[in-house]
């Protein structure tokens, strides 16, 4: 059973239940340790998929019921709600995070996915090592791109034609509003050219054409001050 704790507010929720020193001093970002919330014993990681100060959370499946109990009711006060899908890709898209088998997948490599960051070639020998250096040595024909739709009201679901012009530059891999952003948002890899702050294309959805322009990511805290808070 896993759960996600997220929110400013998660630290207070967490502390309430947990016997364990959940501060930032003893509980660091992309940390792990086992911890018991209420009576469950549990084993939380540090990390978050939605740009917000949070913790998964893992324990056995009997005891599922009893962790989400807990965390429920102790965070009644501090005005915890249960979120959905919707909302999770939402808050991902405004920090910047990809998605497995639509940002990423085989037919990428981390370099034009904006990955690079988690690749470490100078750390020894590893499958496909051999292969990234040569593609990092050729350099970027295309990057993943964060873009945003200048019509507010204009709405896209993904897998939609990139143009400029009459040239097809690429596909929209993942597309959500971003209600902290006030931002119609899309990813989607471009060629090298286009990937270029404040480029515009256009988005054909059915016979629409909507303008999107390449902007800087993430729009939500880009310098990470929440998650690490």
Same mark, same amino acid.
């Given at each position: 059973?896993?759960?996600?704790?997220?929110?400013?507010?998660?630290?207070?929720?967490?502390?309430?239940?947990?016997?364990?020193?959940?501060?930032?001093?003893?509980?660091?970002?992309?940390?792990?340790?086992?911890?018991?919330?209420?009576?469950?014993?549990?084993?939380?990681?540090?990390?978050?998929?939605? #740009?917000? &100060? +949070?913790?998964?959370?893992?324990? /056995?499946? !009997?005891? %599922?019921?009893? @962790? *989400?109990?807990?965390?429920?009711?102790?965070?009644?006060?501090?005005?915890?709600?249960? #979120?959905? &899908? +919707?909302?999770?890709?939402?808050? /991902?898209? !405004?920090? %910047?995070?990809? @998605? *497995?088998?639509?940002?990423?997948?085989?037919?990428?490599?981390?370099?034009?996915?904006?990955?690079?960051?988690?690749?470490?070639?100078?750390?020894?020998?590893?499958? %496909?090592?051999?292969?990234?250096?040569?593609?990092?040595?050729?350099?970027?024909?295309?990057?993943?791109?964060?873009?945003?739709?200048?019509?507010?009201?204009?709405?896209?679901?993904?897998?939609?034609?990139?143009?400029?012009?009459?040239?097809?530059?690429?596909?929209?891999?993942?597309?959500?509003?971003?209600?902290?952003?006030g931002k119609f948002i899309i990813y989607g890899y471009?060629?090298?050219?286009?990937?270029?702050?404040?480029?515009?294309?256009?988005?054909?959805?059915?016979?629409?054409?909507?303008?999107?322009?390449?902007?800087?990511?993430?729009?939500?805290?880009?310098?990470?001050?929440?998650?690490?808070?």
């Open positions: 059973c896993a759960l996600g704790l997220w929110g400013p507010k998660s630290r207070a929720v967490l502390q309430a239940v947990c016997e364990e020193d959940v501060s930032n001093e003893a509980f660091g970002y992309f940390t792990a340790q086992s911890i018991n919330i209420g009576p469950v014993p549990a084993f939380a990681l540090r990390v978050s998929y939605v #740009g917000e &100060l +949070g913790w998964e959370i893992y324990t /056995r499946s !009997e005891y %599922g019921l009893y @962790l *989400w109990d807990t965390l429920w009711n102790a965070g009644q006060e501090h005005g915890l709600i249960a #979120g959905g &899908l +919707g909302a999770f890709d939402s808050l /991902r898209l !405004e920090k %910047g995070y990809r @998605l *497995w088998g639509a940002d990423i997948h085989t037919e990428y490599n981390p370099y034009e996915a904006g990955l690079a960051w988690a690749v470490r070639l100078k750390k020894g020998d590893f499958l %496909g090592r051999d292969a990234l250096l040569k593609i990092k040595a050729a350099g970027l024909s295309r990057k993943l791109c964060c873009l945003t739709l200048d019509d507010p009201q204009a709405v896209v679901l993904g897998k939609e034609p990139i143009l400029s012009g009459d040239q097809t530059l690429g596909y929209v891999s993942s597309a959500g509003y971003g209600y902290s952003v471009l060629p090298i050219d286009f990937a270029v702050e404040g480029t515009k294309v256009e988005v054909v959805y059915f016979d629409k054409r909507y303008t999107a322009t390449v902007t800087n990511e993430p729009l939500f805290d880009p310098d990470g001050d929440k998650v690490k808070a």
